[in-house]
């Protein structure tokens, strides 16, 4: 009877296992080999000729029992490549096919993820070609994609079954603020969508937004209302910026002084923004949206924001508002922030 080994583990049991792209395997010596480079990498001894050889084979071409093969040839037996698989596995050294997001997701719905992306121009044109690039193909940009959608979702509301399938996820842009508003549609229809906006010399992606009934995760309108208790202008900035923010603004506020406000002109030109800046925000939210469509969903309340000069990357951590309409049992805490100067300084980075 044949030894029996381990049983390997999902990633290595793979029809065809390969090694994760970062973790090449490289000789150190006759029985050595280090997977990967820098701090991180992994130096494995003690390695027979048979194993040395299937680790330089593990790049998804050959089946399970053709790296078996490849053993035999050196006298190893089946078990050996079992327990390096096993081994590997463990590591997180190994492939995991759930990391084939893209295409997990496309076998699961029949069809390519539908992202779309909305916004001005300026931002969605980067959205959209940092998407693609990763590896995301079925994204539609612009507003007519954004209302056809929308149009679909409430034709899903009247028949058995609407003309198109749902996006997966929504993008919503914007210079120097998003208006709660923008994301109320996605929100009502339950439709995951991400916040990607400019403040100054900063960029903020996030929050990634998980409505009812897959989730019920801090929202757009929950950070306004932080932002509002801690800066009793924003409001009026934003009129000037964009427009005012309808669920959050009381109409009443709105009705004197708004024309001398905004100014013959309407609201004022977005702050200027460095262009690397903007490249380098738009792959971290395609990222974080490669990451959703995977199964792997950024933190609830949790933004990602890069300032510019260094540039500097700070996670923060916003809790759902206690008087957000959105939710109904919200928490009261504060948000997570840092020590800032000035009080115009400390609301607009809360």
Same mark, same amino acid.
């Given at each position: 009877?044949?030894?029996?080994?381990?049983?390997?583990?999902?990633?290595?049991?793979?029809?065809?296992?390969? *090694?994760?792209? +970062?973790?090449?395997?490289?000789? @150190?010596?006759?029985?050595?080999?280090?997977?990967? =480079? $820098? %701090?991180? !990498? #992994?130096?494995?001894?003690?390695?027979?000729?048979?194993?040395?050889?299937?680790?330089?084979?593990?790049?998804?071409?050959?089946?399970?029992?053709?790296?078996?093969?490849?053993?035999?040839?050196?006298?190893?037996?089946?078990?050996?490549?079992?327990?390096?698989?096993?081994?590997?596995?463990?590591?997180?050294?190994?492939?995991?096919?759930?990391?084939?997001?893209?295409?997990?997701?496309?076998?699961?719905?029949?069809?390519?993820?539908?992202?779309?992306?909305?916004?001005?121009?300026? *931002?969605?044109? +980067?959205?959209?070609?940092?998407? @693609?690039?990763?590896?995301?193909?079925?994204?539609? =940009? $612009? %507003?007519? !994609? #954004?209302?056809?959608?929308?149009?679909?979702?409430?034709?899903?509301?009247?028949?058995?079954?609407?003309?198109?399938?749902?996006?997966?996820?929504?993008?919503?842009?914007?210079?120097?603020?998003?208006?709660?508003?923008?994301?109320?549609?996605?929100?009502?229809?339950?439709?995951?969508?991400?916040?990607?906006?400019?403040?100054?010399?900063?960029?903020?992606?996030?929050?990634?937004?998980?409505?009812?009934?897959?989730?019920?995760?801090?929202?757009?309108?929950?950070?306004?209302?932080?932002?509002?208790? +801690?800066?009793?202008?924003?409001?009026?900035?934003?009129?000037?910026?964009?427009?005012?923010?309808?669920?959050? !603004?009381?109409?009443?506020?709105?009705?004197?002084?708004?024309?001398?406000?905004?100014?013959?002109?309407?609201?004022?030109?977005?702050?200027?923004?460095?262009?690397?800046?903007?490249?380098?925000?738009?792959?971290?939210?395609?990222?974080?949206?490669?990451?959703?469509?995977?199964?792997?969903?950024?933190?609830?309340?949790?933004?990602?924001?890069?300032?510019?000069?260094?540039?500097?990357?700070?996670?923060?951590?916003?809790?759902?508002?206690?008087?957000?309409?959105?939710?109904?049992?919200?928490?009261?805490?504060?948000?997570?922030?840092?020590?800032?100067?000035?009080?115009?300084?400390?609301?607009?980075?809360?």
């Amino acid at each position: 009877m044949s030894q029996r080994g381990p049983r390997p583990d999902r990633s290595a049991r793979a029809s065809q296992p390969r *090694l994760h792209p +970062r973790r090449p395997p490289l000789r @150190r010596g006759v029985d050595e080999v280090q997977l990967g =480079v $820098g %701090p991180q !990498a #992994l130096v494995l001894r003690g390695l027979s000729e048979g194993q040395v050889a299937v680790l330089e084979r593990l790049d998804g071409s050959r089946s399970l029992a053709q790296l078996h093969d490849v053993a035999a040839d050196f006298g190893d037996p089946p078990h050996v490549v079992d327990e390096l698989l096993t081994l590997l596995g463990r590591l997180g050294a190994m492939a995991d096919p759930r990391s084939e997001r893209v295409d997990l997701l496309a076998a699961r719905l029949g069809s390519e993820p539908r992202v779309l992306v909305g916004g001005p121009d300026a *931002l969605t044109d +980067r959205l959209a070609r940092a998407l @693609r690039q990763a590896g995301l193909d079925g994204v539609r =940009v $612009g %507003p007519l !994609a #954004l209302d056809q959608a929308e149009l679909a979702l409430r034709d899903r509301e009247h028949t058995v079954a609407g003309r198109q399938r749902p996006p997966d996820l929504v993008l919503l842009s914007s210079f120097d603020g998003l208006d709660p508003a923008e994301a109320a549609p996605w929100a009502r229809h339950g439709i995951a969508h991400l916040a990607f906006t400019t403040e100054g010399d900063r960029v903020v992606v996030g929050p990634l937004v998980v409505p009812p009934p897959r989730g019920d995760t801090t929202c757009i309108q929950c950070l306004e209302l932080h932002r509002c208790d +801690r800066d009793s202008g924003r409001a009026s900035v934003l009129a000037q910026t964009s427009r005012p923010p309808a669920a959050l !603004a009381d109409p009443r506020q709105w009705t004197d002084g708004l024309t001398a406000l905004l100014g013959p002109g309407g609201p004022v030109r977005p702050t200027p923004m460095e262009p690397a800046l903007l490249s380098a925000a738009a792959a971290v939210a395609a990222l974080v949206v490669a990451a959703y469509l995977g199964g792997d969903c950024l933190p609830d309340g949790v933004t990602v924001e890069l300032t510019s000069p260094w540039p500097r990357l700070d996670h923060r951590k916003w809790p759902r508002h206690p008087q957000c309409p959105h939710h109904r049992r919200a928490v009261a805490p504060t948000p997570t922030i840092g020590a800032v100067v000035g009080s115009a300084a400390a609301a607009g980075r809360q």
